[in-house]
């Protein structure tokens, strides 16, 4: 027991260890005195958390609760389980009473409960029972609707290692809720009239919604960035490629405290990163090429650069204006953007990166809205002024 920490289970515990139980007849005695035992326990949890000033305390009075509640779930389980045991039918009333408990702190104290507590045995084999059925189902439909063998593999994985290749004693309630949000996110996807490559798009989303961020879907999303570098021709096309997967990616939605490793970076990060990383070497090798390209020197416009006052993030901005508004028509936006790198400079930066310009065109903060705007009603004065 934690010092200067109340313990509210040693009646539960007695009644649990209490060698007075024998028959049937007693049996509703017994039952009763558990509910009502457990009814007190309940009201006296919510009661006492008024009388906590430092959260921290609160937190461990929780889940030291929490700890020894799966430990007498499992004790509990395991007694009930022995089919020999005369006993086994009061096991089992202690075992929904320890559980109807768990389940009332875990609801009504979710900011204090811990995730990564191991999760109690019955609730692995529910779990367990529940993700076999619906990974047949699962595969099924995927297979139906033609997704991607590997795309489905990498997802169905986290079910399948639940069910069949990762020992009771390391399955937490984090995990186990992580394997319920891929079903249920799989689950409504494929209620959607979605196939082939629609759903494909569609699945890749869900890997980043649910930040599935294992070392096999970076290699995945590696491979598949390769294979759409190598279907583009040109070096335009593949920076082009590789800007559209960053924007998806970049506006990816992604459910907030999840994900398959807690103590790893975000897929959506990683994947953000690499790109970013592969776009300034396809960029670095488009600039190459361009010199070889240029005319001899002695031209009067070498060097020349076009000097604007606005920053980076202006400039991104107003760029992205005119593209919006059709001010400027060109389509391919990796050779606009080439050209203002090479052509122009801001009243801070001499050499714009392409990286920077990139990242601000499509990630605009209110701050540079607000001074791009006052910028264009300075013109539009103007204008009325002559």
């Known amino acids: 027991m934690l010092q200067n920490v109340k313990y509210e289970l040693q009646e539960l515990e007695r009644l649990f260890s209490s060698e007075g ?4 007849d007693n049996l509703p005695t017994y039952q009763q005195q558990v509910l009502q035992e457990v009814e007190r326990i309940k009201k006296t949890l919510i009661h006492e958390v008024f009388h ?32 020999s045991n005369k006993k086994a039918p ?39 029972k529940d993700t076999k059925v619906n990974l047949r189902k699962l595969q099924k439909m995927l297979a139906g609707k033609n997704a991607d063998i590997t795309l489905t593999e990498l997802l169905l994985h986290v079910l399948k290692k639940i069910i069949e290749g990762t020992a009771a004693k390391s399955i937490t309630y984090r995990k186990v809720l992580y394997v319920k949000e891929v079903q249920k996110e799989l689950t409504r996807l494929l209620e959607k009239p979605l196939e082939g490559n629609a759903l494909n798009d569609e699945l890749r989303q869900v890997m980043y919604y649910l930040n599935y961020n294992s070392t096999r879907v970076l290699t995945y999303h590696a491979h598949f960035l390769s294979s759409l570098l190598d279907a583009s021709e040109f070096r335009t096309e593949k920076i082009e490629t590789l800007s559209f997967e960053l924007k998806k990616i970049t506006q990816a939605q992604v459910k907030p405290s999840i994900g398959y490793n807690l103590g790893a970076p975000s897929l959506k990060s990683q994947l953000i990163d690499y790109i970013h990383v592969e776009l300034e070497y396809q960029e670095r090798l488009q600039q190459l090429s361009n010199r070889r390209s240029d005319p001899p020197s002695g031209n009067m416009m070498d060097g020349f650069k076009l000097k604007f006052e606005a920053s980076v993030s202006q400039l991104a901005y107003l760029l992205k204006l005119f593209l919006e508004t059709k001010v400027i028509i060109n389509d391919n936006l990796s050779q606009v953007m080439t050209f203002i790198v090479r052509f122009v400079t801001t009243k801070k930066s001499e050499n714009i990166s392409m990286g920077s310009l990139r990242s601000k065109f499509y990630s605009v903060e209110s701050g540079t809205k607000e001074s791009v705007r006052n910028m264009l009603l300075a013109m539009i004065q103007h204008i009325d002024r002559t």
């Open 90 to 128: 009061f096991f089992q009333i202690m075992y929904h009473g320890f559980e109807d408990l768990l389940s009332f702190i875990e609801r009504h104290f979710t900011k204090y409960f811990d995730q990564d507590a191991k999760a109690p045995e019955g609730y692995i084999l529910i779990s367990r």
């Open 21 to 24: 139980v024998t028959g049937v």
């Open 52 to 83: 906590f000033e430092d959260e921290r305390h609160l937190e461990r009075y929780i889940q030291y609760h929490q700890q020894a509640l799966i430990q007498l779930m499992d004790k509990s389980a395991q007694a009930s389980s022995d089919q």
